[in-house]
Each structure stands twice: as structure tokens, then as C-alpha cells.
């Protein structure tokens, strides 16, 4: 079955203790990102990758780090973990890097408490 | 930065009803893409319409594209209680890559039975 794989799917963590969110597709996607969703403001984009080793900030990268060795994985970093980096968060990929020309597939979300 | 801005934020309507939802955006597009978000899940995608088409049907639902105006709309017809959820648009701007793209903040839909 076609499918984004997060994991975990919830994470209560204590504030700079550094955690890695994992994000996998095994649609052989060249695309992958990252985004969070808050309340009233929606989903914001945080990296983006168009292929493997090359990844570019989005709109809110302050605090993440991300990283794509294989063409299937997309981890999301947060090495110092703050309170307003509560959120939920999605892993999404798809085909094509041309211009929005397919859909994205979207992870079942990871819903991060940091206390 | 917010690209696409979905109108009405909520939308309640009663079972078999039409809903409409609406899209406005900023810069020039290539196309625009509309998805789907059950509760707290991850979301799906549900239509795609090029920059070069005014219309497009899929099922019940129809998506209207109108470059001018930088708008478009999703109409559902016969709306069924499993339709409630949020729908976001999304656009990548042109001359941008799969990577920019730019959700609204979303309707929030609830069709009560």
C-alpha cells in the first residue's frame, strides 16, 4: 500500500531534550517536506527536499533541522525542543518537483507536546 | 507566508445541502490543488485544477478556477455527514517547485445529519 509512515504519532518531551521525528514513503517520491499545523494559522511549511542531499528552508525553519541521505526518509530534528514548538506535524512527498503538478501525500501527523 | 486564504472559515450545513467553499490567493499560479482533513489526520488530496482550466468535475465535487480574480471555489452537492471536515486549498507559485506549496488556513466543514 502506497503511504507516508510517521512515527511516533505522539511525543510529550521535556524542553532541550533533542528528538528526531521520523518520516518514510515507499512510493520512490522524489519530493518530500515537512510542515505544522496550529490553530488559525494552518499549516506552515518548515524544510522541503527535492532529492537526496538537497533540502531547502521553508516559510518556519527556526529550531529544525532535517536531513535526506535516502531517497525514502525524511527526518525532522529538533535538537533543542521549546514549548512554542508544540504542534502537530506532517510529513508529506510526491512525484515531481515540476511546479506542483501532482499531489502531495500526506503522513498521519505527530502530534508533539513539549512541556 | 500565506498564500492561498479559504472563505468561510466554518461552514455548517444540514445533510443534502450544497457547500461552497472559497479560495483567494496572492501571486500567479501554474495550478491549484484542493485537499481534504479529517479530525486531526493527515490530509488528502482531493482535486487539482491547472492555471489553464475554468472548471473541473470529480464525483461531487466541482472546483472553479478564475486566474483573474486569483480565486476558486469548491462546491460539494448533496453533502453527506461524512463530508464534515477541513478543506484547505493549495497553490505553488509560479515558477516555484513541488516544494513551495502553500496552504490557506482551511475551512472547517460540518454537515449535521
Known amino acids: 500500500e502506497a503511504q507516508v509512515t510517521q512515527n511516533p504519532r505522539y511525543l510529550i518531551t521535556v524542553t532541550g531534550k533533542k528528538l528526531t521525528v521520523t518520516c518514510s514513503q515507499n512510493m520512490n517520491h522524489e519530493y518530500m517536506s515537512w510542515y505544522r499545523q496550529d490553530p488559525g494559522l494552518g499549516l506552515r511549511q518548515i524544510y522541503y527536499s527535492m532529492n537526496v542531499e538537497v533540502t531547502d528552508k521553508g516559510d518556519v525553519p527556526e529550531g529544525y533541522k532535517v536531513s535526506r541521505k535516502e531517497k525514502r526518509n525524511f527526518p525532522l530534528i529538533l535538537e533543542s525542543p521549546s514549548p512554542n514548538q508544540t504542534s502537530l506535524y506532517f510529513c508529506?512527498?510526491?512525484?515531481?518537483?515540476?511546479?506542483?503538478?501532482?499531489?502531495?501525500?500526506f503522513g498521519q501527523g505527530t502530534r508533539l507536546t513539549v512541556v | 507566508s500565506q498564500q492561498g486564504e479559504e472563505d468561510p472559515q466554518a461552514l455548517s450545513i444540514q445533510e443534502g445541502e450544497n457547500a461552497t467553499m472559497n479560495c483567494s490567493y496572492k501571486t500567479s499560479i501554474n495550478n491549484l490543488q484542493w485537499y481534504r482533513q479529517n479530525s486531526g489526520r493527515g490530509l488528502v488530496h482531493l482535486i487539482l485544477i491547472r492555471s489553464n482550466e475554468r472548471e473541473k468535475h470529480s464525483g461531487r465535487l466541482r472546483v472553479t478556477l478564475d486566474t483573474s480574480k486569483k480565486s476558486s471555489s469548491l462546491l460539494i452537492t448533496a453533502s453527506r455527514a461524512a463530508d464534515t471536515a477541513s478543506y484547505f486549498c493549495?497553490?505553488?507559485?509560479?515558477?516555484?517547485?513541488?516544494?513551495?506549496?502553500?496552504f490557506g488556513k482551511g475551512t472547517k466543514l460540518s454537515v449535521k445529519p
Open positions: 508529506a512527498s510526491s512525484w515531481s518537483w515540476e511546479q506542483g503538478e501532482t499531489e502531495a501525500f
Open positions: 493549495a497553490t505553488v507559485r509560479l515558477g516555484g517547485s513541488q516544494g513551495n506549496l502553500i
